[in-house]
């Protein structure tokens, strides 16, 4: 039972209004400094009161940065990743969950694990793999000295090269999967009712329907909020794509912003930088506003 009184009351409306205000406070600096011309932008303090320049701003970091197509690469790789991960962690949540076979708890686990590994942890293999997909092959075949064989009887020289630098498959790929989306699929795919597998056998629905047809639809909201949390995260990845495009063709929004920063020397243009945060900040902020309501079903729902 919750208790309501009118001072409990008081104290919960200014916590929350506390915790407004230092949530949106940084938003607020922000737009204000992208508001004002380069002189206003580095006094000290920096005026408070939003200034006249802010579309003349906003205008300049878009064309210097080129923002139009760093934005259609960062939503294709955050929407890339995004749908590879509930793909990908769907399907593994459902064959650990419904099917019967010896070690399947000894691999959810290893998976798990893999939560203690962020990406920064384990970036040199990865980024290994991306330069060359087919190099654990080669180093195999040059172990068991295959490499030799072949060249030493077939006059041919062995070097199975196959990078994915510099392009989408190379971005989105190497993220695709994650312990969290699997973790959470789990433990919702196991709130469902042993009849509901039954009926669906007795209705002669194989694994495939039965994942399509009636687990899959009673997880969207769990869809839903693992697609938001992974299109947010790819979108403000920064480390990933600065290693694996070093064309700016398929540099992301989030990485060119350091364009818009000047280099040792220069003048910190802190007005044109803030106007490109808002501008790579605000597909985020319109996708969690139309995600928020299956954002926090998935999150917190319970019924079936």
Same mark, same amino acid.
């Given at each position: 039972?919750?208790?309501?009184?009118?001072?409990?009351?008081?104290?919960?409306?200014?916590?929350?209004?506390?915790?407004?205000?230092?949530?949106?406070?940084?938003?607020?600096?922000?737009?204000?400094?992208?508001?004002?011309?380069?002189?206003?932008?580095?006094?000290v303090p920096m005026p408070l009161i939003p200034g006249g320049h802010f579309l003349e701003n906003l205008t300049e970091a878009w064309t210097r940065a080129d923002l139009g197509h760093k934005l259609?690469?960062?939503?294709?790789?955050?929407?890339?990743?995004?749908?590879?991960?509930?793909?990908?962690?769907? /399907?593994? @949540?459902? %064959?650990?969950?419904? *099917?019967?076979?010896?070690?399947?708890? #000894?691999?959810?686990?290893?998976?798990? +694990?893999?939560?203690?590994?962020?990406?920064?942890?384990?970036?040199?293999?990865?980024?290994?793999?991306?330069?060359?997909?087919l190099g654990p092959y080669q180093a195999i075949l040059d172990v068991t000295g295959l490499t030799w064989l072949i060249e030493r009887f077939a006059g041919v020289h062995v070097d199975l090269q196959?990078?994915?630098?510099?392009?989408?498959?190379?971005?989105?790929?190497? /993220?695709? @999967?994650? %312990?969290?989306?699997? *973790?959470?699929?789990?433990?919702?795919? #196991?709130?469902?009712?042993?009849?509901? +597998?039954?009926?669906?056998?007795?209705?002669?629905?194989?694994?495939?329907?039965?994942?399509?047809?009636?687990?899959?639809?009673?997880?969207?909201?769990?869809?839903?909020?693992?697609?938001?949390?992974?299109?947010?995260?790819?979108?403000?990845?920064?480390?990933?794509?600065?290693?694996?495009?070093?064309e700016p063709s398929h540099a992301t929004a989030v990485t060119e912003l350091k364009q818009l920063i000047p280099n040792v020397g220069g003048i910190p243009e802190w007005n044109i930088a803030m106007?490109?945060?808002?501008?790579?900040?605000?597909?985020?902020?319109?996708?969690?506003?139309?995600?928020?309501?299956?954002?926090?079903?998935?999150?917190?729902?319970?019924?079936?």
């Amino acid at each position: 039972m919750i208790e309501r009184t009118p001072v409990l009351d008081v104290v919960t409306q200014v916590v929350l209004a506390l915790g407004f205000v230092v949530a949106v406070l940084p938003f607020v600096v922000v737009a204000v400094a992208a508001s004002h011309d380069l002189r206003d932008v580095n006094l000290v303090p920096m005026p408070l009161i939003p200034g006249g320049h802010f579309l003349e701003n906003l205008t300049e970091a878009w064309t210097r940065a080129d923002l139009g197509h760093k934005l259609f690469n960062s939503f294709v790789f955050a929407a890339g990743v995004a749908g590879g991960k509930v793909i990908v962690s769907a /399907l593994t @949540a459902y %064959a650990i969950v419904f *099917f019967r076979f010896p070690g399947r708890q #000894l691999i959810f686990w290893s998976i798990f +694990v893999t939560l203690m590994l962020p990406l920064e942890v384990r970036i040199v293999p990865t980024y290994a793999v991306a330069a060359n997909v087919l190099g654990p092959y080669q180093a195999i075949l040059d172990v068991t000295g295959l490499t030799w064989l072949i060249e030493r009887f077939a006059g041919v020289h062995v070097d199975l090269q196959f990078g994915l630098l510099n392009s989408y498959t190379g971005l989105i790929l190497p /993220l695709v @999967a994650t %312990a969290t989306g699997t *973790f959470l699929y789990r433990q919702f795919f #196991l709130t469902l009712p042993d009849e509901l +597998v039954e009926a669906a056998k007795m209705d002669g629905a194989g694994p495939i329907r039965f994942f399509f047809d009636m687990v899959l639809p009673l997880s969207r909201n769990n869809v839903a909020a693992l697609a938001t949390i992974m299109f947010l995260w790819a979108w403000n990845q920064y480390l990933w794509p600065l290693l694996v495009t070093t064309e700016p063709s398929h540099a992301t929004a989030v990485t060119e912003l350091k364009q818009l920063i000047p280099n040792v020397g220069g003048i910190p243009e802190w007005n044109i930088a803030m106007a490109g945060t808002l501008i790579v900040m605000a597909p985020t902020l319109v996708v969690v506003i139309v995600m928020q309501r299956w954002f926090v079903r998935g999150l917190i729902a319970t019924e079936k």
